[in-house]
């Protein structure tokens, strides 16, 4: 959980291949809402990618973190 953790820590500090590695890691899920009537639309997964990667950029890791 801790790699996970630091990758998006990464990715929102502008490690562009810390987001490459996220998205890649859901990928089996953009793909999953990308098929149309059993295809794959790759205009629907462009745009899925895209907005995770803004969701990534603006997801606020500190309301998902404990404080000790």
Known sequence: ??????????????????E?????????LINKYSMKNGHLDEDCKQHLTLEFILALRRFDLSRYLKKT
């Open 20 to 28: 490459a590695e996220l998205v890649l890691q859901y990928q089996p």
């Open 1 to 18: 959980m801790d790699e996970f953790i630091d990758l998006i820590e990464l990715a929102q500090n502008g490690n562009q291949n810390a």
